[in-house]
C-alpha cells in the first residue's frame, strides 16, 4: 500500500543528515506511506529502534512486518508522553516531513483537495470533532478573516471570508465544490490554483490544529533528544519554516539568540543546514509536488557547546 500512499520527498537528504547509528533509537514523527522509516530501518542493526508516529489511521496497513518498528497512532504533539509510556527516555534523532501525503490528496473523499466534489471534512484524524464544514459555516466572519489571514496568507481574507457570509446565508457550504463556488466571486483568474491552495491550506491548518501541534512537537524534541541527537524536519510552506528556522536557529520560536555575559550564543542547538534543502531537478521531474519542500537539520548541543555565527560548533 505504502507506495501508493506517498513518495517519499527528499529521502536521501532527510535521513543523511539523520546520522543514523545502527544500535540508537529514532523517531519518524510523520509515518504515513512509511518510505522515510523504511530507510532508517535497512540501515539499523538488531539492537536499533524506529518508533513511527501518525495520527490518521489509514497508515497502520503500511506498517513494515519488522520488530524493530513500533507504530504509534498518536499526533506527534503527544511526542514525549507517548515515548515515556512505551520506556523510552531519550532518543538519538527525530525526522519530521510535515504537510499532506499524496494519499491524502488523492483520497477525493477526504476533502484535502480542491479538485472534485467530496465532503468539506480536512481530518487528519477522523476520530476528531471539528471539520472544514464546521469551520467554514460556524465561524463568524471576524474568526474566518483572522484563519484566512493567519494560516492561508492571503492577501484580502476579509473578502473571501464575506464571499462565504454571503453564500452559507443562503445554503450551508458543505462540499469542496461548493466551497470552491462560493469564493468563485473573489477568486483571482489567472492564480485560481494558487488562491485556492492558500484556501484549503488555512482551513485544513485550523481544523488540526497544525501550528499548535508542530511548536508542541519541536518543543518536546529538545527535551527527548540525547546530546548529540539530530532533529531533521521537512516543511512545505513558509508558515512552518519560519517556526522550524527559528526553533532550530535559537530554541524558540521568535528566533531570538540568546548571549551570555561574554556576548557568546545560548543556543541548544548547532545547525547542520545553514541553508535550506530543496529538492534536485530530478527528483522535482519525478514528484512535482516535492516543489515546495524545505530541509532544515540540527543536532542538539551537549554541555559546554555553543553554536557560532557560520553554524559550526566549538567546545
Known amino acids: 500500500m505504502e507506495r501508493n500512499y506517498h513518495i517519499p520527498v527528499l529521502l536521501e537528504e532527510s535521513v543523511g543528515l539523520l546520522g543514523v547509528e545502527s544500535s540508537g533509537t529514532y523517531v519518524d514523527l510523520t509515518f504515513g506511506g512509511g518510505g522515510h522509516s523504511r530507510r532508517i530501518l535497512s540501515m539499523l542493526g538488531p539492537e536499533g529502534r524506529l518508533y513511527g508516529f501518525d495520527q490518521d489511521s489509514d497508515t497502520s496497513g503500511n506498517v513494515p512486518p519488522d520488530s524493530r518498528f513500533h507504530y504509534v497512532e498518536s499526533n506527534f504533539r503527544f511526542l514525549r508522553g ?158 512552518e519554516d519560519r517556526l522550524v528556522k527559528n526553533f532550530l536557529r535559537s530554541g524558540n520560536f521568535d528566533g531570538r539568540v540568546e548571549r551570555d555575559f561574554y556576548g557568546r550564543s545560548e543556543t541548544p542547538f548547532a545547525l547542520l543546514t545553514r541553508k535550506a534543502v530543496t529538492p534536485s531537478a530530478e527528483e522535482l521531474a519525478r514528484n512535482p509536488r516535492s516543489r515546495s519542500a524545505k530541509l532544515r537539520a540540527a543536532v542538539k548541543c551537549a554541555a559546554g557547546t555553543e553554536q557560532i555565527e557560520t553554524g559550526e560548533t566549538i567546545r
Not at 84 to 109: K, M, N, P, T, Y
Not at 172 to 193: F, G, H, M, N, S
Open 82 to 239: 507517548a515515548l515515556r509510556l512505551r520506556g523510552v527516555a531519550g532518543v538519538d534523532g527525530i525526522l519530521a516531513d510535515l504537510g499532506v501525503s499524496s494519499h491524502h490528496f488523492d483520497a477525493v473523499e477526504r476533502g484535502f483537495s480542491f479538485r472534485g466534489s467530496a465532503p468539506l471534512d480536512m481530518r487528519m484524524n477522523r476520530r476528531g470533532r471539528m471539520t472544514a464544514a464546521d469551520v467554514v459555516n460556524g465561524y463568524d466572519e471576524a474568526s474566518l478573516t483572522r484563519v484566512l489571514g493567519d494560516w492561508g496568507e492571503l492577501s484580502t481574507p476579509w473578502k473571501v471570508a464575506h464571499c462565504i457570509e454571503r453564500a452559507r446565508a443562503v445554503s450551508p457550504i458543505t462540499t469542496t465544490d461548493a466551497l470552491v463556488a462560493a469564493v468563485a466571486p473573489c477568486t483571482p483568474a489567472k492564480e485560481a490554483a494558487k488562491f485556492l491552495t492558500k484556501l484549503f491550506q488555512a482551513l485544513r491548518i485550523e481544523v488540526n490544529g497544525e501550528m499548535e501541534a508542530l511548536k508542541m512537537a519541536l518543543e518536546q524534541s529538545l527535551r527527548i533528544l540525547r546530546p548529540g541527537g539530530r532533529l531533521v524536519v521537512i516543511s512545505y510552506h513558509s508558515l
